[in-house]
């Protein structure tokens, strides 16, 4: 029987599109191009979500290995959380939830100080229980550790809950320790999905 629903954010909750924030910035494919490598897929990138650099300290890497950028570099980290939007039939899900009593974390690879933005900035934060983001304990999913912290810290059984994520890989490493998956897609219809595991009779979508 599922108590417990554990949510990814990105592109779970929180729709998070760079290339096209960059593309409303800059205007020109080149430039974007280059800055979708120099920032959102260089390694400093995951240093972030791990929380092991600052945001200052990947800032000035990034323009250290690709100089002729700098001025973009800085513009787009000076704001790439515009990148980052509410998926407003997920929230709603979220919500719808809650009021039928199921418990909610979160569990997300996310950088601290974007996630603390998005809490103050978002409501629907409010509906959780509580959570485990990876920045703040320093593990990342797909690895098992961060798992066994969010069910280690709410002594949630794994039989009895299920998780939301966009990534394959990461609802797998949820399934090896016995967690419940559904991959969030671009076209799922996550009232659908989630009623096979929570009982249509129960939640009221």
Request: proline letters at 4%; aromatic letters at 10%; a negative charge.
């Amino acid at each position: 029987m599922i108590k417990n629903v554990i949510f990814d954010l990105g592109n779970v909750l929180l729709r998070f599109r760079p290339h096209t924030l960059l593309k409303e910035t800059f205007k020109n494919e080149d430039i974007c191009e280059a800055l979708m490598k120099a920032v959102f897929k260089a390694p400093e990138w995951i240093e972030l979500d791990k929380g092991t650099m600052t945001d200052a300290e990947a800032t000035d890497a990034f323009v250290r290995h690709n100089p002729v950028y700098e001025n973009e570099i800085r513009e787009i980290m000076s704001k790439w959380t515009l990148a980052l939007t509410p998926i407003e039939a997920h929230v709603r899900v979220l919500e719808d939830l809650k009021k039928d009593g199921y418990k909610l974390y979160i569990l997300s690879n996310f950088h601290k100080t974007a996630f603390e933005e998005q809490q103050d900035l978002h409501p629907f934060f409010e509906c959780f229980d509580g959570g485990v983001v990876s920045a703040y304990v320093h593990q990342l999913k797909p690895d098992h550790d961060i798992y066994r912290s969010l069910m280690a810290k709410y002594d949630l059984v794994p039989e009895n809950s299920l998780f939301l994520d966009d990534m394959l890989e990461n609802i797998e490493a949820a399934k090896e320790l016995g967690i419940h998956g559904i991959q969030v897609t671009e076209n799922i219809d996550l009232p659908i999905e989630l009623k096979a595991y929570t009982g249509g009779n129960k939640c009221k979508f």
